[in-house]
């Protein structure tokens, strides 16, 4: 399993790191190719995951407790701090502060780009593409992996636990277990992948700014590596020391951030075109989450939603098991409630009061973010919004931190999870190798390496669609096998 991962990575990295103007344009033809013919798949699978969501939690189903235990193991606050932390990463702060400038130019439902109304869509959408539909796609994988998992006491936590419903206990422990457990692997090199590849350019170009040295791709490497050695180090001490920690840090940080924004920017503004388009949302739910642009060519949802919903996909079952981790005690009502209610109030947040401030910044302090974003620079319009805020250098300082944290408590995690999943016959209570979770820590590194040097939006965004379909398959065979093991506790006296 180890090898095989390490293989693939290599494979795909190496190639793009020799010949990246190649490997550019096939990885965009390949996006292109999948997002047009498998969107509208994409697209349902979303739909069915909301629809199942609201029938296990608000059914029957909703009051069993996982784990048989009288009180969840974790308080609601540190139970959302860890999992918000785990599961959100460099990725919102990157497209909290840009999303809306892209959907200024390519906006969407045929309305007139560069209108109010389009920036009014714009300051919606990416509270939709971070919320509960999103979310959803957290949860499913959550309960799939987590019910099972206490359900039948099973001795580790793995992806293919997910499928004990269907093919039995020992299933894990079979190839085609492993062969699950590996496409886990994939997935999630490609999910992070994505998020180190957008995070470190923008923490390069607000080092950058910060610093006042010239923004390089040396730079970018410095920051990967900067990012690696934290998160490695974090992976290494282990969940209590190193992951535990560096997750209150992170919301600390960010919850300090905010407040400054607030207290330094419009927050009047912030706030009422917050509270706008939270309204609209929740008007045109079932409109955003069905439109298939079908008479008109925008690639909105090609571009964007398909994008998000691969990218929550590839993410999902490492926040599976990491969130079934946290969750002994906790009724599958709560769990999913929680998920997808505290989950989408922290992304919001991050867009109320920082995308928000920023487009304020751009209408009002004519900073030209537009303008990089067209030319392909939105890293560069990232710093300069920070630019824009009062007080400096104390915003870019922040954010810089900030990044930093927010990535290494997704990576951390995403480390410890991999090595668990390539360590053979792991034990429950005991962790994997010290050695092997700071290997992964590193190699996690390469892709985004890679991607960077490609530097073009496409080739991040391909990694994550392309590592995101066998998970689309094998998570209907999961909901298939919860369905089963639901029925077999209700049968049995
Ligand atoms: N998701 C939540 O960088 C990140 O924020 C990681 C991204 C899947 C869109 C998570």
């Known amino acids: 399993m180890f090898s095989l991962a390490l293989l693939c990575l290599l494979g795909v990295s190496i190639p793009i790191l020799m010949a990246p103007e190649a490997a550019g344009a096939l990885v965009s033809a390949a996006y292109e190719w999948m997002a047009r013919e498998l969107g509208l798949v994409y697209q349902w699978a979303t739909l069915f995951t909301l629809g199942f969501l609201a029938w296990l939690a608000l059914g029957r189903h909703g009051t069993r407790v996982l784990g048989r235990s009288p009180q969840p193991e974790y308080g609601n606050a540190s139970w959302m701090a860890m999992l918000f932390c785990a599961g959100i990463g460099g990725g919102l702060m990157y497209w909290s502060t840009i999303e809306w400038a892209f959907y200024v130019d390519q906006p969407p439902f045929g309305v007139e780009p560069g209108s109010l109304a389009a920036r009014e869509w714009a300051a919606t959408y990416g509270i939709f593409h971070w919320g509960p539909s999103a979310w959803g796609l957290y949860a499913l994988p959550t309960v799939a992996i987590a019910w099972p998992y206490y359900r039948y006491d099973l001795p580790c936590l793995r ?31 490609g999910g992070t992948g994505t998020s180190l590849g957008l995070t470190t350019p ?3 170009a607000v080092a950058s700014r910060l610093f006042g040295i010239d923004q390089s791709l040396g730079l970018t490497w410095v920051i990967t590596g900067a990012c690696v050695a934290l998160f490695g180090a974090s992976a290494y001490l282990g ?16 919850a300090v951030f905010l407040a400054w924004v607030l207290a330094a920017g419009p927050a009047r503004f912030a706030l009422e075109l917050g509270t706008s388009s939270v309204g609209l949302m929740l008007q045109e739910f079932v409109r955003m989450n069905t439109w298939t642009e079908p008479l008109a060519d ?10 998000y919903w691969a990218w929550w996909i590839a993410y999902g079952p490492f926040m599976g098991l990491f969130v079934t981790r946290i969750s002994r005690g906790r009724t599958l009502r709560a769990l999913i409630l929680g998920m997808a209610g505290f989950g989408t109030l922290g992304c919001a947040a991050f867009y109320i009061v920082w995308g928000n401030t920023v487009l304020w910044l751009d209408l009002h302090g004519g900073l030209g973010l537009l303008d990089l974003v067209r030319a392909g620079d939105a890293a560069t319009a990232i710093a300069v919004a920070l630019g824009g805020l009062a007080g400096q250098p104390w915003p870019l300082l922040l954010f810089l931190v900030l990044g930093f944290v927010f990535m290494a408590t997704t990576y951390d995690s995403a480390s410890y999870a991999i090595a668990g999943a390539a360590t053979r016959g792991l034990r429950p209570g005991t962790h994997p190798h010290r050695a092997h979770r700071l290997f992964w820590a590193a190699a996690l590194a390469f892709l985004p390496a890679a991607l960077v040097v490609i530097g073009s939006l496409e080739a991040v965004r391909s990694a994550v669609l392309v590592a995101s379909l066998p998970i689309l398959v094998v998570g209907v065979l999961t909901v298939v096998s919860l369905l089963r093991s639901l029925q077999e506790q209700e049968d049995s006296p």
């Open 159 to 189: 992806f293919s636990g997910a499928l004990v419903g269907l093919w039995g206990r020992g299933f894990p422990d079979r190839p085609a277990g492993r062969a699950v457990d590996f496409l886990f692997i994939i997935a999630i090199i």
């Open 298 to 307: 925008t690639g909105f949802v090609e571009d964007w939603t398909i994008f």
């Open 202 to 204: 923008m923490l390069g």
């Open 239 to 254: 969940l209590d020391r190193g992951i535990k920690r560096l997750s209150n840090a992170n919301l600390v940080l960010g």
